[in-house]
């Protein structure tokens, strides 16, 4: 019969900060000689719990929770560009089509006279 390995905080911390810079959780766990299920377990124990020992590590700084704040904006922008491209080009758009965006929603506005 196997026995579980033990594997300390900072061994998992490792891990899953070398996974996310590499981009490959199977690539990681290979190298690292554990499965990938393992390491997506302690990646989401880390997201779930980021205060785990008082480390705080999965929280966001001001710094990243504005750059989340800023990309989330401009998927909006481009999303309100995109609609309103392709509103322009499709059969019936007028030149009096509007996309206007309200917090999280965006509204196609369209007048024909």
């Known amino acids: 019969m196997k026995t579980r ?3 300390d905080e900072e061994f998992k911390k490792m891990a ?4 996310v810079a590499k981009g490959s959780l199977k690539a990681t766990a290979v190298k690292l000689g554990i499965t990938p299920q393992i390491l997506t377990r302690w990646r989401r124990e880390q997201v779930v719990s980021p205060g785990i020992n ?3 590590r999965g929280q966001l ?3 990243q929770q504005e750059i989340q704040r800023l990309k989330k ?7 309100a ?6 509103s322009a080009s499709s059969p019936g758009a007028t030149a009096n089509s509007k996309v206007k965006t309200s917090g999280s929603h965006i509204i196609l506005t369209s007048c024909r006279w």
Do not use: F
């Open 5 to 7: 390995r033990q594997y």
């Open 16 to 19: 899953v900060e070398l996974s």
């Open 54 to 56: 008082g480390s705080g």
């Open 61 to 63: 700084s001001q710094d």
């Open 73 to 79: 904006e401009l998927k909006q922008a481009e999303l």
């Open 81 to 86: 560009r995109d609609i309103s491209r392709r």
